[in-house]
């Protein structure tokens, strides 16, 4: 048994069930030997679009996900995908066969991409140490929450290994990453600032996303009297609680803002407080105590200065904290008057507003909110990035944590495609809807291809304003030329069913008629909605994000 075949079936024994890529020469015996050993190989068209199914996977599965690429170009290609993951701490171990010789055309400097897009470098060395380098990688991924790229040279693909069968054996997957228990003193801090707080403010981000942290989260809230709110990655954790203010940061709608606003306390949870989550710091008052936790005493502070870090885990430090307070309520900021206001004028949805559509183009809010009356609530959404992102974002509504995945670490887009492919493996219980604007859509086309060949019943939503919207609407103003951002007309329903889909044009809400029958009907087609939406002005996160330039 050689390097390449002991590598793959490593990576199986080790807890690799998912794996995305295209096939070369350099990693094909390597993939085919995780397939081999049991993994699922899904095949995509483009290495960008299997490098962010494998994140997309990982992230919704909670698991250690993985992506196969050649040598070379390969990696190259799939660079933008494995830069997000590593800046969203995924854990994806990147197969990278590995040019032996610098003369060779497919040579780069593997290692140096990696490190440069904040990834791990790895490297199997020898066929001795074969099994051992993969098994840490994966360790590696798993405890530190990285992204891998394990380097394979060719040469050492090809060298048998002594005693295989015995060493992959012993293989098994890491043990879990141990939950990291906060410091009695930290304890007792927050639980002195929480019972002074007349207003505390929970905020929730991607280290809450775990398992048990929402029902340790709700009972010292309401032991407290705080509401709850989430990063735009944790959207959905507090999904069906009266007392959340859903996203904070830029897609908050007005009174989630007012209120996060008006906190004496805000309490962030796994959440790394970051310019967007809050509006460049504008959501902290000025006189308002600011705690962080989080299991990375690296991350504590690091976008902005907090009163008090806490090194610890999400779920440990709120049950440890409940503790410390025992039994009783108090209102805190959980007020009739509160009530009232979050029942009735929190949701975007629910905000009286102007509908722009005209006669042949339809308002993204009147769009966005008829799709989330029609489409089943047991649902996964991915979202690519763009001057359209905040309706779907915010309009469509998901029934938990796992029911977004917003691959926006990096703010590329054309990621959306790939994000709901990989998040529509990891949950196929649930109906896989991709929001695209046009830019992204034909930017990643050729995984309709992959989503076709799979059988997944996906929706994929098109906002077309034929046009790349954000920096039409931020430049625009200004009296800039708008000729390198806005383009033709593109059918892109017509491109859809060329590869299979069902598709609709939609300039109309009575447009959306087609939606509703296929939803009724047995789906055996994916589909696609291109939406001709108006373009006359910005969406109303964009000056917020645009201040993050």
């Known amino acids: 048994m050689n390097v390449a075949e002991v590598v793959g079936r490593t990576l199986v024994a080790a807890g690799v069930e998912q794996v995305f890529g295209v096939v070369g020469s350099g990693n094909f015996h390597v993939t085919n030997a995780m397939a081999a050993a049991g993994a699922r190989f899904v095949a995509t068209r483009h290495e960008g679009g299997a490098a962010t199914m494998a994140d997309a996977y990982a992230r919704v599965s909670g698991t250690v996900a993985a992506l196969s690429v050649h040598q070379g170009c390969g990696l190259t290609n799939a660079l933008t995908g494995i830069g997000e993951a590593a800046k969203s701490r995924t854990p994806l171990v990147v197969v990278a066969a590995e040019a032996s010789q610098p003369r060779s055309n497919f040579y780069v400097d593997q290692p140096a991409l ?85 207003r505390p403010v929970f905020i929730a981000g991607r280290g809450a996303r775990g398992p048990g942290a929402r029902a340790a989260l709700e009972p010292l809230a309401e032991r407290c009297g705080a509401l709850l709110a989430t990063s735009a990655v944790a959207r959905g954790l507090f999904h069906g609680n009266p007392w959340s203010l859903d996203v904070s940061g830029g897609f908050a709608s007005p009174l989630a803002a007012e209120l996060i ?70 209102t805190g900021y959980r007020t009739p008057a509160t009530g009232d206001a979050l029942a009735t004028r929190l949701r975007w949805r629910d905000i009286p507003y102007e509908d722009e559509s005209t006669r042949d183009r339809i308002d993204p809010r009147t769009l966005s909110i008829a799709l989330d009356d029609i489409l089943p609530a047991e649902r996964v959404i991915g979202i690519d990035s763009g001057n359209f992102m905040g309706h779907p974002t915010m309009y469509l509504s998901v029934p938990d944590a796992q029911g977004l995945c917003f691959t926006q670490a990096f703010q590329s887009i054309g990621l959306g495609l790939a994000t709901t492919v990989g998040a529509a493996l990891a949950r196929p219980d649930r109906l896989p809807v991709a929001a695209l604007g046009d830019g992204g859509a034909l930017m990643s086309a050729v995984e309709l291809d992959t989503v076709r060949r799979l059988g997944l019943p996906m929706v994929v939503v098109v906002y077309n304003d034929d046009a790349y919207g954000a920096e039409v609407h931020h430049f625009g103003p200004h009296g800039f030329p708008l000729s390198t951002v806005e383009f033709p007309p593109t059918d892109i329903a017509a491109v859809a069913r060329g590869y299979g889909f069902e598709a609709v044009t939609v300039r109309a809400p009575a447009d959306l008629k087609a939606v509703q029958d296929w939803v009724a009907g047995p789906r055996t087609a994916p589909l696609l909605i291109d939406a001709k939406v108006v373009r006359e002005h910005g969406s109303w996160w964009l000056e917020e994000a645009f201040r993050g330039h």
Do not use: F, K
């Open 114 to 198: 990696a490190e440069a897009l904040g990834a791990h470098s790895a490297r199997v060395t020898s066929a001795a140490d074969a099994v051992a380098q993969t098994r840490a990688a994966v360790a590696l991924a798993v405890h530190e929450r990285r992204t891998v790229v394990l380097n394979l040279p060719l040469d050492v693909q090809t060298q048998e290994v002594t005693g295989a069968d015995t060493a992959l054996a012993a293989v098994a997957p890491p043990v879990p990453r141990a939950a990291v228990e906060p410091a009695a003193d930290d304890i007792a801090a927050l639980a002195d600032i929480l019972t002074r707080a007349e």
């Open 261 to 330: 606003e008006g906190a004496d306390a805000v309490i962030a949870w796994g959440c790394s407080l970051t310019m967007w989550t809050t509006r460049h710091g504008r959501l902290i008052g000025p006189d308002a105590t600011l705690v962080q936790i989080d299991d990375d005493a690296d991350a504590l502070g690091g976008q902005r200065p907090v009163d008090l870090g806490v090194t610890g885990d999400v779920r440990l430090t709120a049950e440890r904290v409940r503790t410390v307070l025992g039994d009783g309520t108090r």
